[in-house]
Structures are given as C-alpha cells and as structure tokens.
T-cell receptor
Framework: GESVGLHLPTLSVQEGDNSIINCAYS??????FIWYKQESGKGPQFIID?????DKRQGQRVTVLLNKTVKHLSLQIAATQPGDSAVYFC????????????FGAGTRLFVKA | SQTIHQWPATLVQPVGSPLSLECTVE??????LYWYRQAAGRGLQLLFY??????ISSEVPQNLSASRPQDRQFILSSKKLLLSDSGFYLC???????????FGPGTRLTVT
C-alpha cells in the first residue's frame, strides 16, 4: 500500500553481485505492477512491468517475480553495476477501474565498487 | 518522440507566498497528467491527476490546487505556501488507458 511517510529502506551490494529488491503490496485486486528507478535529483524511470496473470518477466539484466499468494513482488538485477545505484519503486494498479497507480515506499540501492 | 518539461527546476519561496509550477508535454495528445510530491528520502505521494482539459481529481486535501488549461499543460498552484509544502514535485504523463507513467525532471521547492 501507500507508504509515503516512511524512510526508505536501503540495500548495499558489491559490484558484480546480483541484487534483489522486494516489495509487498496489500490489495489483492491489483492486476498490474511496474518497477521504476529514480536516480538522485531526477524523476523516476520505467524499468519493467508485469501483469497479474504472469509470475515472472525478464528484461535486460532485470527480472521481476510476482507471488500473488503472499502479495509479494521482487526485482532482481543481475551483475549489479555502479550505475544501478538509485531508489527503486514498485507501483501497483488496482483493478477497481481508472488508471491510477499506487507507489510503494521505495528501496535505496547502493552499489559498492 | 514525447518529452515532458517542468519549470522551474528549483525554487525557494517564503512562507505565505504564492506558487505556480508548470508542466508541459510534447509529442502526444490527450495524455493523463499527474502531480506528485516527494519529501526528502520518502516515497511518491499522488497529489492530483487529470484525464482531460479542465478535469482535475484531488487525492490529498491540502492548500494546493491544480489546473489543466490546455491539453498538454498542467499547473500546480498555491495561494499561500506552508513550510510543509517543501519537497520535490514531479509531473508525469501516461497514454490514456495505460499505466506506465513518464516523469518529468522535477522541481525542488524549499519553503523558508
């Protein structure tokens, strides 16, 4: 659900390792999910999306996994690079009509060289 | 290609002063438009969204307002700023019936 008031959790990984960023959602009516990346001082950018009729989707170096049973979404980044350092947000679209998406609190990823 | 512009990039305003932030989108027609606020180290809070000219939906009661005078122009305003209005304001657009949003570069507002 919405957590705009919380401080961002952080994840620190070594360059070259894989990163896993997690997101829990609360509404079982959500049927579409998006991951965004936000670099410092910039607006968020789309990374990858997944519909609720899928449980896995792969992009370039990124994979999103969806577990509807426990309402959990994860973003996996392979061979993490310094340029991956950013805040990552998951967003959910609820199947209640309309087009509004709800953003999660975000996770700050630090990549150590 | 589509582009989204926001200005100004940074703004320092005293408490009680008015505010006007502008967002324009190029290269698309009849987009959905959004205003978000992001406090330092926090997530995104949806403030307003619009599905068409003159159609504004407010998500959070506050002293801010939004207007859409033209198809690709979205304005965020306030008559009297509060200290709590400080933050990073982001405008975004999406194609109608799509949920992928494209964000502008943002405006960093500091109310002193």
């Amino acid at each position: 659900g919405e957590s705009v008031g919380l401080h961002l959790p952080t994840l620190s990984v070594q360059e070259g390792d894989n990163s896993i960023i997690n997101c829990a959602y609360s509404n079982s009516a959500s049927d579409y999910f998006i991951w965004y990346k936000q670099e410092s001082g910039k607006g968020p950018q789309f990374i990858i999306d997944i519909r609720s009729n899928m449980d896995k989707r792969q992009g370039q170096r990124v994979t999103v996994l969806l577990n509807k049973t426990v309402k959990h979404l994860s973003l996996q980044i392979a061979a993490t690079q310094p340029g991956d350092s950013a805040v990552y947000f998951c967003a959910e679209k609820r199947n209640t009509g309309g087009f509004k998406t709800i953003f999660g609190a975000g996770t700050r990823l630090f990549v150590k060289a | 290609s589509q582009t989204i512009h926001q200005w100004p990039a940074t703004l320092v305003q005293p408490v009680g002063s008015p505010l006007s932030l502008e967002c324009t989108v190029e290269g698309t027609s009849n987009p959905n438009l959004y205003w978000y606020r992001q406090a330092a180290g926090r997530g995104l809070q949806l403030l307003f969204y619009s599905v068409g000219i003159g159609q504004i939906s407010s998500e959070v009661p506050q002293n801010l307002s939004a207007s859409r005078p033209q198809d690709r122009q979205f304005i965020l305003s306030s008559k009297k700023l509060l200290l709590s209005d400080s933050g990073f304001y982001l405008c975004a657009w999406s194609v109608q019936d799509s949920y992928e949003q494209y964000f502008g570069p943002g405006t960093r507002l500091t109310v002193t």
